[in-house]
């Protein structure tokens, strides 16, 4: 085995998760986290971010046996809660049978599971307080800073799943090992919490909520406590931004007014608007993921994405299946292993890109209008039709392992062919009206 000492930098979900796949090949790995053990530390305030889990992020947990103990806590979200500013709520269901659900978990919770997993793996070590400023790619040391002093270590291996502000992507920048394009957002997201009401949930937990209003919107995801984690998605700048509501009674108008139906079930808005941070949204490229054989990049420090697909986690998670299969199609060879990973997985992460783009603009934008009510229809008429043939986006998305640049192509395919039949099916009609009325 090249490289039995493997160095994972970042505890986060991908790094814990890569940690127990790698120790099933046998590997002696050491993973670096800069902050203290989430298990046993006070959350950050208003960093929760609840998952969407779903199809690809279930595969990988499968393999390690640990779908069934992060499912145990789950709550199915069956489809949309349109939340408008006036009248009915409107259901949309994710799937042509209304059965198909993405899951919502806490994110603390599931890293909290596979630090678990991964210290009780054999050969696994995970070391906390470590904060990586230094990093020779070519022999593998690294520099860590801990509460103690500075602390040099070499590996074989040094694989970054240190997140979108990756230091180990930072370190292989300086080295001018890569090219990184950080393209950010204009908006934030700042969050907020609905507490049970009476004990029970105060809206329909079979549902993932979104209040969606032309420049901004919220989504609210259900908690196993029957509370919900809501998270506003606003401008940086302008009118109706963060910036823009100071006072309690401007933050108490302005829900009145674009989100009257929340303001009765979150009695800590004003408290949790004024003291949760705003954090940014993004999308991150590099290239290449790795450097002499030896470093490479995995998850968000590769290839960070907005997460309005729901996706972020779960493509990171299914990272770690294709470094894995990687592995095993080169006998475990990390020189050739990390480029074939690069290889396999660049279009699909920039298809999950700028699919998780194009959602936000339909969250935000599209799920209220009529229009776009009346083609998920047809959508869904199309899907039973042609069982199998014609599938949605969404459903390609999160229920299957389809790889996203396959799911990108054939959804383009599927609309060509529906747009033809509808140019065909046009000028069938107005042939037969001009037979009609011919003399």
Known sequence: ????????????????????????????????????????????????????????????????????QVMADALPMRGRMIHPTEGELDFQPYSVDGQRAINSISRGALNNALLDAAEK?????????????????????????????????????????????????????AHDALTESLDFLDYGYKELSIPPADGDFALDPGALHIWPRGTSMMIALPNPDRSFTC?????????????????PAAIERHFATHYPDLLPLAPNLVDDYHHNPVGLLGTVRCDPWHAHGRVGLIGDAAHAIVPFYGQGANCAMEDVVELDRCLADTAEDWSRALPLFHERRRDDTEAIAEMALANFVEMRDKVASPVFRLGKRVEHALERALPGRYVSRYELVSFSNTPYAEVRRRVQLQHRAVGVAALLAGAGLAAAGLRRWAP
């Open 121 to 173: 793996a054999p050969g696994v070590r995970v070391v906390f307080g470590h904060k990586l400023v230094g990093l020779e790619p070519a022999t593998g040391e690294m520099t860590f800073e801990t509460e103690e002093g500075r602390v040099q270590v070499t590996a074989g291996v040094v694989l970054g799943a240190d997140g979108s502000g990756s230091a180990v992507r930072g370190q292989l920048l």
């Open 1 to 68: 085995m090249s490289g039995s000492n493997v160095a994972v930098v970042g505890a986060g979900l991908c790094g814990c998760l890569l940690a127990c796949f790698l120790a099933r090949r046998g590997y002696e790995v050491t993973v670096y986290e800069r902050r203290p053990d989430p298990r046993t530390s006070r959350p950050e305030r208003g960093r929760s971010i609840n998952l969407a889990l779903s199809e690809r992020g279930l595969n990988a947990l499968r393999q390690i046996g640990l779908a069934e």
């Open 231 to 247: 998270t506003l998605f606003w401008p940086n700048g302008g009118t109706r931004s963060f910036a823009s509501l100071s006072s």
